[in-house]
C-alpha cells in the first residue's frame, strides 16, 4: 500500500472514530464543553514563552501560537509553567522529553474533567534524524526506523496522559515538512514529506511516518483524543498561500532574518515584508498568522466535537 492510501485508510479509520469526527468535514453536534483549563505540552510549537518568555515565530506580542489562539478563541489565557500557568511545551523538546513537563504539572496538579490539553510534536525529532542522515551519519533505512518509532513513542505519551485522566485531549502531528524552507535548502522535499505524513510504503510491514505511526498508536483513544490534521492543512495553506494570507500570501519564504526565531520581532523582519502574509517565520516555524488560522481551525474542530 502507498503511503498516500495508507494515510487515507487512517484518516478513514479516524473518521468513523468520534473523536476524530471534526477532522473529517465537521459536525452537527453542538458544543457544550466550557474549559477550566487549558494546559499545552510538547514542542515549540506550542511554547507560549516558557524560557524568557520568547517564543518560535515572531516575538510581537500578539496571539502568536496555535495552542494561544484556541485558548483566546474561548476568551481564555494560556501562560507559561514558569511563569505560574500551565504552558509547559518549550521549543527544541523531543518527543522523549515530553514525559518531563507532564511530570512537571503532576508534581503541582491533576487533570480536571474539563480541562482541554493540547500537544504538539514531532518536529525536532525528524529534524535531527534528517540532519544525522545527511550528514552520513545514519543509514537510510534507519532513518525510516528512528521516524517510525518515535511516532509510536509520541502516541504512549499521549497514552499516559488519558491514563492520567486527560478526557479532552487536542493532539496534532507534524505538518508536511516538505514544504518548509529547510527542506528546500537541502533539496529533500519528498523525504521529508515522507517521514512527516506518508510514509513510502512499498512493502507489507514497511517503516511508517511519523504521523502514521502516531495515529495508529492513538486508533483506540477516540473517547478522549481529538487529531487535528497539521498536515493536511498546511498543505493546503502552501498551496493556495493566498487564499489564506492574503493577495501577498507567501509559502516559500522566510520573514524573519535572526538566526533563531526565538530572537525574532517586528524590528528583525526582511525589509519589506508584511510578515502577516507570510507562512513561514524561520525554516521551519510559523508566523503569528498561521498560527492563528491553525489555531482557529483546531478550536473549530473542538467546537464540532465537544
Same mark, same amino acid.
Given at each position: 500500500m502507498t503511503g498516500n492510501a495508507l494515510r487515507r485508510v487512517l484518516l478513514a479509520l479516524a473518521c468513523a472514530t468520534a473523536a476524530l469526527l471534526s477532522s473529517c468535514g465537521g459536525s452537527t453536534i453542538a458544543s457544550t464543553l466550557v474549559p477550566s483549563r487549558m494546559i499545552a505540552f510538547g514542542d515549540g510549537m506550542s511554547d507560549v514563552g516558557e524560557v524568557g518568555g520568547k517564543r518560535w515565530t515572531v516575538n510581537d506580542g500578539s496571539v502568536n501560537i496555535w495552542a494561544q489562539q484556541v485558548a483566546a478563541s474561548y476568551g481564555m489565557t494560556l501562560v507559561a509553567a514558569? #511563569?505560574?500557568?500551565?504552558? /509547559? @511545551?518549550? !521549543?527544541?523538546?523531543? =518527543?522523549?522529553?515530553?514525559? *518531563? #513537563?507532564?511530570? @512537571?504539572?503532576? @508534581?503541582? &496538579?491533576? /487533570?480536571?474533567?474539563?480541562? =482541554?490539553?493540547?500537544? &504538539? *510534536?514531532?518536529?525536532?525529532?525528524?529534524?535531527? #534524524?534528517?540532519? %544525522?542522515? %545527511? &550528514? !552520513?551519519? %545514519?543509514?537510510? #533505512?534507519?532513518l525510516l526506523d528512528n521516524v517510525n518509532q518515535i511516532g509510536k513513542d509520541y502516541g504512549a505519551v499521549v497514552q499516559r496522559l488519558v491514563d492520567l485522566g486527560a478526557k479532552h485531549i487536542l493532539a496534532t502531528g507534524v505538518y508536511g515538512l516538505g514544504v518548509s524552507p529547510y527542506a528546500r535548502a537541502v533539496n529533500q522535499e519528498t523525504l521529508l514529506n515522507q517521514l512527516s505524513y506518508e510514509g513510502p510504503q512499498t512493502c507489507a510491514g514497511c517503516p511508517r511516518s511519523f504521523n502514521e505511526s502516531f495515529l495508529i498508536a492513538i486508533n483506540q483513544l477516540g473517547a478522549t483524543v481529538l487529531y487535528v490534521d497539521a498536515a493536511n492543512y498546511f498543505n493546503q495553506v502552501s498551496n493556495n498561500p493566498t487564499n489564506y494570507l492574503g493577495s501577498s500570501g507567501n509559502s516559500l519564504n522566510v520573514a524573519c532574518t535572526t538566526l533563531l526565531v526565538t530572537s525574532c520581532t517586528p524590528d528583525t523582519i526582511v525589509p519589506g515584508v508584511n510578515y502577516d502574509t507570510y507562512m513561514f517565520a524561520s525554516d521551519l516555524y510559523l508566523t503569528p498568522a498561521s498560527n492563528r488560522l491553525f489555531g482557529s481551525q483546531a478550536y473549530t474542530n473542538i467546537r464540532n466535537r465537544w
Open positions: 514558569d #511563569q505560574g500557568g500551565w504552558g /509547559f @511545551a518549550r !521549543g527544541g523538546t523531543r =518527543v522523549a522529553d515530553i514525559n *518531563a #513537563q507532564i511530570d @512537571a504539572f503532576v @508534581a503541582r &496538579s491533576s /487533570f480536571a474533567t474539563n480541562d =482541554v490539553v493540547m500537544i &504538539s *510534536a514531532g518536529m525536532e525529532d525528524i529534524k535531527e #534524524q534528517m540532519d %544525522l542522515y %545527511l &550528514s !552520513g551519519n %545514519l543509514a537510510y #533505512q534507519q
